[in-house]
């Protein structure tokens, strides 16, 4: 179903008010996605089984009429698996066949179930929305997004994301357990959200024009400098073994440009970097492994940051 024409400015709110009617709950997560969506990036979602991670994705792409695949990683997985390979005849001739990361929105459920190597076939695909097979470059469908899912850390069965694989997220979000009311709403529908039929609130063609209009969304000067002195405080911390690298500083950049469109607004201010803080900085910094056995988080130095850099003031 084609669905109708709509205004650039309404698209964002349709697309969030259809995924809505097939997953409860989850409003940062929702909200981080759509983001990610209108900024070009990709999100990462750590949680338990069963809290509506593939769930998550497989709306998104559904509203935005695009095309949905799930990658269930497992170790025994090959990059062929993900990206596609070259069938050959008995003659010689050849033809490729694409894997699941051609597709609009792909879900790489368990990322960290498998190994380093096939986890690395979404590198190129991440950063250059192509991949390379056999010398040969294949491009991916516009819009691209890897929603990847993600088992807590040191869970059995799992190689841990190398940090070159985790900074090409642009938010990490947590998807946890549903509240009581949440709970009881999914029971009372669950004959509908077991079958969903979500109608496409937009096309991926106006995904792409919307993604225009965000890029015209003003960052004053004062703002920029407020991110990179974010970025720049928590390389500095003494509690931080590696800080997070300029890719940080785009996330902060681009996000706010998004959610402030999201809010109505043709400028971003230090409130929305300051939301999307925690989401763009965690999964970059790295505890030193002293500071980790004092109770020191990520969460916590990104707080610490945020108290600590002044924000700037806003001009008559």
Do not use: C
């Amino acid at each position: 179903m084609t669905p109708v024409s709509t205004p650039s400015d309404d698209i964002p709110r349709r697309v969030m008010d259809a995924v809505s009617t097939v997953v409860i709950g989850k409003e940062e997560a929702k909200r981080i996605l759509l983001v990610a969506l209108l900024s070009g990036g990709h999100v990462l979602v750590e949680g338990l089984t069963g809290t509506a991670k593939t769930l998550l994705g497989k709306a998104f792409a559904m509203a935005i009429g695009g095309k949905f695949k799930r990658i269930q990683l497992t170790p025994d997985l090959l990059p062929t698996d993900v990206t596609g390979f070259y069938l050959y005849s008995p003659t010689g001739a050849s033809r490729f066949v694409p894997g699941p990361i051609f597709a609009n929105i792909v879900l790489a459920d368990e990322l960290n179930r498998t190994t380093p190597r096939t986890q690395a076939a979404f590198l190129e695909a991440m950063q250059e929305h192509q991949v390379t097979i056999e010398g040969n470059i294949h491009s991916l469908a516009e819009p691209f997004m890897v929603v990847a899912s993600q088992i807590p850390a040191g869970g059995p069965g799992t190689y841990p994301l190398a940090e070159v694989q985790v900074d090409r997220f642009m938010f990490r979000v947590w998807s946890g357990y549903p509240s009581v009311e949440e709970e009881s709403e999914v029971l009372d529908r669950i004959d509908q959200l077991e079958e969903p039929a979500l109608q496409p609130a937009t096309t991926p063609a106006e995904v792409l024009g919307v993604r225009e209009r965000v890029r015209n969304v003003y960052v004053s000067e004062d703002v920029r400098r407020y991110v990179i002195s974010l970025v720049n405080r928590l390389r500095e911390d003494p509690d931080v073994a590696g800080g997070p690298s300029p890719r940080a500083g785009i996330a902060l950049y681009k996000g706010g440009r998004a959610l402030a469109f999201l809010e109505g607004r043709d400028y971003v201010l230090p409130d929305d970097v300051k939301e999307l803080a925690l989401p763009a900085l965690v999964h970059r910094v790295h505890v030193r492994p002293e500071a980790e056995m004092d109770g020191v988080t990520p969460e916590a130095v990104v707080e610490r940051a945020l108290a600590e850099v002044a924000v700037p003031k806003p001009t008559a």
